[in-house]
């Protein structure tokens, strides 16, 4: 059956996620609907059971929430735009700094060719960086596998940090919403803000554009007090089972053999990625005036989606973890391909 529809692939996904969702939820674990989704999936991925997560419906429940992450946008967001000026040279530099060293560990130690640890060393970028490598004569495989097990293992970190180091509350689920019930005028905004903010994001080749383009509308919906809806607890628990499945089905057709090979490379490089991530938290978030909490979920190279998922849940700066988690995957494909077109062929030619 072509992929598009594979109903009783997506099928398997959504109940597995659920599954694991819930079972997360009844144990208390943190932002239990993503993280038991990711984890059901994933194992079910693995043992050849064939879930499938087609990418446009992905994409609508991103848009959802991309709706409702533009309410988290305030007129005091406007008030910090110096500051955000200088947390972007921050994460530039973190990009910079935690490319060159994947790379060198992926070419290295890993032994992998110059196009396939270049474009693995970027934190971000899944599918771009995965489609590159191959124009470039890259793995696409590896590339795929490295960042997969990069946005997995982040996302399945970052949230039990915040419990265990942090001793910050993660909620298993969303509180309900404490402001006026929504009224229906509020939902068709929001609405508005999805079905024309995906298709002009997409039109403006904006990056992940079913997440952008409805954020960026929101938030001025938001931010002009045409809304004040926030976001509702089911539906963003119905995002991160989506969200999860979508990860996890990522590994399906992927043997252990093949996992295990490049199992090491991606959690070394995670690792590292993580370890400069708190080294910058600790340099940077008081110069710049950001919470530490904020500037490692900034740092953390998880989804665009995903990390904005979580700090909604956290409850932590959500709009600035969400813009600068966009500034990144921007700069990520923008800069990084051309990058290359300009200096990698040449550097490839001398190292081959």
């Known amino acids: ?54 990418r446009k419906f992905r994409s609508v429940m991103v848009t959802v929430l991309g709706v409702f992450l533009g ?14 000026a200088l947390a972007i040279c921050v994460l530039t530099g973190f990009i910079v700094i935690g490319s060159a060293a994947g790379y060198l560990f992926l070419r290295r130690v890993g032994k992998l060719d110059p196009v396939t640890s270049y474009f693995a060393s970027a934190p971000g970028g899944l599918g771009e960086m995965a489609l590159a490598s191959e124009e470039m004569g890259g793995d696409m495989r590896t590339v795929s596998l490295i960042h997969t097990i990069r946005v997995i293992t982040i996302i399945m970190v970052i949230p039990f940090w915040f419990r265990l180091v942090v001793g910050a509350d993660v909620p298993s689920m969303m509180p309900p919403n404490p402001g006026p019930p929504p009224e229906w005028l509020d939902w068709v905004v929001l609405i508005g803000c999805g079905v024309i903010g995906w298709p002009l994001a997409k039109l403006c080749r904006l990056p992940a554009a079913s997440l952008v383009g409805p954020m960026i509308l929101s938030a001025i919906a938001h931010l002009t007090a045409m809304t004040h809806l926030q976001p509702p607890a089911v539906p963003v628990a119905a995002a991160q089972v989506v969200l999860g499945a979508a990860v996890g089905c990522r590994f399906a057709g992927v043997t252990l053999k093949m996992i295990g090979q490049i199992a090491r490379l991606a959690f070394c490089t995670t690792g590292m990625l993580l370890a400069l991530a708190v080294a910058f938290m600790y340099l940077f978030s008081d110069l710049i005036g950001v919470s530490q909490p904020a500037m490692i979920l900034t740092l953390s190279p998880g989804g665009l989606a995903e990390m904005s998922l979580i700090a909604l849940a956290l409850g932590i700066d ?34 081959t």
């Open 71 to 84: 309410s988290a946008f305030s007129p005091e967001v406007i008030d910090r735009a110096g500051q955000w």
């Open 1 to 54: 059956m072509p992929g598009d529809l594979n109903l009783k692939g997506h099928a398997r996904a959504l109940v597995i996620g659920s599954a694991g969702g819930a079972l997360f939820y009844w144990l208390g674990m943190p932002l239990a609907w993503m993280l038991g989704s990711v984890v059901f999936v994933t194992i079910a991925s693995l043992s050849g059971v064939e879930p499938f997560m087609n």
């Open 318 to 351: 959500t709009a600035f973890v969400s813009t600068m988690h966009m500034f990144r995957i921007t700069i990520i494909i923008v800069l990084g391909p051309s990058l290359f077109r300009m200096f990698g062929r040449r550097r490839t030619a001398t190292e």
